[in-house]
């Protein structure tokens, strides 16, 4: 862990504030501008899942960020943007790769960048947003509208038009029905065609990701049961006039939370997303977090399984490819991150990966205990590159014939695709 970094600058109490820092760091702060009312009011869920780890020492605390990043709240009036340690080119592509889903903290909002495009992670972070905010209408009611309705009928309600009557139905023998208009409230409007249809836009889309997103799925669907069949689906017309809702603000003020579910049903509907790393103030939706340490291992294994050649597998030692670390013990388990096997010639290749831009002794050791316990002679500890650092495969030593290398996988590579294929090329060339 880095050293504690100087203690930043504190608002004065009742006033929120973001600080940043970087993932695996640590920041001091002082306890007397935490305190509200004398007492340090921490939410529970940050240590109690990880998200920030404390320490206490006379008037400071020392705060400390693990493998979770994004907008983290501390206290009522405190939260940390907790960032990845080392530049991340694009986030979305990692989390899409790697199948990988966006954690929200319910009742925790940021202003986020709109982005032209919107790929799987972000839709299905739009969609549950989507969901979040359909909540306050669903507890108060659809918005509905009075709308002027011609008809002609034996029934008629409202006023009677003697002239349309006349030419429309007395004319043609019609004696007993007549052309009636009326007002009556309606909830198939604009507002609530966008938001319905925007639904089932997403849902489409998130049906091909099938396993992980079922359960949002499953809300989906039931949010759409819950609207009335009389809702048709969205014009280019109904496109225009939420757009001018949202600018004009025009909504009724006791209907204000229509809003959030406009914008983002609007969002969805032209294809676009949000920006997971850049800070906006386009539109306002729920902080996310995600463990970046299990995120960079999913990833990486991923391209290697998209991208494997020949018979090789691709397993994952944290489940299915694990195995006994002792012939004559069943416990403790090796649980390498990574194991490649070729069925053919029975060869193997394990790797570890670490989040931190360089593996150390500690890494290296478990490595070979790795290689040994796998009866392989090749072990590689994937790391992430430094902007200025290494990249690409070097090797570290062997030992009793077994060769340890290390890959430094460049994130803040332009050109992703170029660098997920010189991972894999270079990996399952180790297994020729």
Same mark, same amino acid.
């Given at each position: 862990?880095?050293?504690?970094?100087?203690?930043?600058?504190?608002?004065?109490?009742?006033?929120?504030?973001?600080?940043?820092?970087?993932?695996?760091?640590?920041?001091?702060?002082?306890?007397?501008?935490?305190?509200?009312?004398?007492?340090?009011?921490?939410?529970?869920?940050?240590?109690?899942?990880?998200?920030?780890?404390?320490?206490?020492?006379?008037?400071?605390?020392?705060?400390?960020?693990?493998?979770?990043?994004?907008?983290?709240?501390?206290?009522?009036?405190?939260?940390?943007?907790?960032?990845?340690?080392?530049?991340?080119?694009?986030?979305?592509?990692?989390?899409?790769?790697?199948?990988?889903?966006?954690?929200?903290?319910?009742?925790?909002?940021?202003?986020?960048?709109?982005?032209?495009?919107?790929?799987?992670?972000?839709?299905?972070?739009?969609?549950?947003?989507?969901?979040?905010?359909?909540?306050?209408?669903?507890?108060?009611?659809?918005?509905?509208?009075?709308?002027?309705?011609?008809?002609?009928?034996?029934?008629?309600? !409202?006023?009677?038009?003697?002239?349309?009557?006349?030419?429309?139905?007395?004319?043609?023998?019609?004696?007993?029905?007549?052309?009636?208009?009326?007002?009556?409230?309606?909830?198939?409007?604009?507002?609530?065609?966008?938001?319905?249809?925007?639904?089932?836009?997403?849902?489409?889309?998130?049906?091909?990701?099938?396993?992980?997103?079922?359960?949002?799925?499953?809300?989906?669907?039931?949010?759409?049961?819950?609207?009335?069949?009389?809702?048709?689906?969205?014009?280019? !017309?109904?496109?225009?006039?939420?757009?001018?809702?949202?600018?004009?603000?025009?909504?009724?003020?006791?209907?204000?939370?229509?809003?959030?579910?406009?914008?983002?049903?609007?969002?969805?509907?032209?294809?676009?997303?949000?920006?997971?790393?850049?800070? !906006?103030?386009?539109?306002?939706?729920?902080?996310?977090?995600?463990?970046?340490?299990?995120?960079?291992?999913?990833?990486?294994?991923?391209?290697?399984?998209?991208?494997?050649?020949?018979?090789?597998?691709?397993?994952?030692?944290?489940?299915?490819?694990?195995?006994?670390?002792?012939?004559?013990?069943?416990?403790?388990?090796?649980?390498?991150?990574?194991?490649?096997?070729?069925?053919?010639?029975?060869?193997?290749?394990?790797?570890?990966?670490?989040?931190?831009?360089?593996?150390?002794?500690?890494?290296?050791?478990?490595?070979?205990?790795?290689?040994?316990?796998?009866?392989?002679?090749?072990?590689?500890?994937?790391?992430?590159?430094?902007?200025?650092?290494?990249?690409?495969?070097?090797?570290?030593?062997?030992?009793?014939?077994?060769?340890?290398?290390?890959?430094?996988?460049?994130?803040?590579?332009?050109?992703?695709?170029?660098?997920?294929?010189?991972?894999?090329?270079?990996?399952?060339?180790?297994?020729?």
């Amino acid at each position: 862990m880095p050293p504690a970094a100087a203690v930043p600058t504190m608002p004065d109490r009742g006033d929120k504030v973001v600080l940043e820092m970087a993932s695996r760091q640590s920041i001091n702060l002082d306890i007397k501008a935490l305190l509200e009312r004398g007492k340090l009011d921490i939410y529970p869920h940050v240590e109690e899942r990880g998200l920030l780890f404390i320490n206490i020492r006379r008037d400071k605390m020392v705060l400390s960020a693990g493998a979770y990043i994004g907008l983290i709240p501390l206290t009522p009036t405190l939260s940390i943007d907790v960032k990845p340690k080392l530049p991340v080119g694009n986030l979305a592509r990692v989390l899409d790769v790697a199948q990988g889903s966006l954690i929200s903290i319910p009742g925790v909002d940021r202003l986020y960048l709109a982005s032209e495009q919107a790929n799987n992670s972000v839709l299905e972070f739009l969609c549950a947003n989507l969901l979040d905010a359909l909540r306050p209408i669903e507890a108060n009611g659809l918005l509905k509208e009075y709308v002027r309705s011609s008809s002609v009928t034996s029934h008629p309600r !409202g006023r009677i038009n003697i002239s349309e009557t006349l030419s429309s139905c007395w004319s043609r023998g019609q004696i007993h029905r007549v052309s009636s208009q009326h007002f009556g409230q309606t909830s198939n409007i604009s507002a609530n065609r966008i938001i319905k249809s925007a639904l089932q836009h997403v849902l489409a889309r998130l049906r091909r990701a099938a396993d992980r997103s079922r359960e949002l799925t499953r809300l989906g669907n039931l949010a759409i049961y819950n609207f009335p069949k009389s809702i048709d689906p969205a014009t280019g !017309g109904d496109f225009a006039r939420c757009k001018n809702i949202i600018s004009n603000r025009s909504l009724p003020p006791v209907r204000a939370y229509y809003y959030r579910a406009i914008e983002i049903a609007l969002m969805i509907l032209s294809n676009g997303g949000v920006s997971l790393q850049d800070r !906006g103030s386009d539109i306002l939706l729920e902080s996310f977090i995600l463990n970046f340490e299990i995120l960079f291992e999913d990833y990486l294994r991923r391209v290697l399984q998209n991208r494997r050649v020949r018979d090789i597998v691709v397993r994952d030692g944290n489940n299915e490819g694990k195995k006994p670390l002792f012939d004559d013990a069943r416990q403790p388990p090796a649980q390498p991150d990574i194991v490649l096997y070729s069925p053919s010639d029975r060869k193997k290749l394990i790797a570890e990966v670490k989040y931190k831009d360089k593996p150390s002794r500690e890494d290296i050791n478990q490595a070979v205990t790795y290689a040994v316990s796998y009866r392989t002679d090749r072990a590689i500890l994937v790391h992430q590159s430094r902007p200025d650092g290494p990249k690409g495969l070097r090797h570290i030593g062997t030992t009793n014939g077994i060769s340890i290398d290390a890959y430094a996988f460049d994130l803040a590579n332009a050109d992703f695709q170029q660098e997920e294929r010189l991972f894999a090329d270079r990996l399952f060339g180790l297994m020729v």
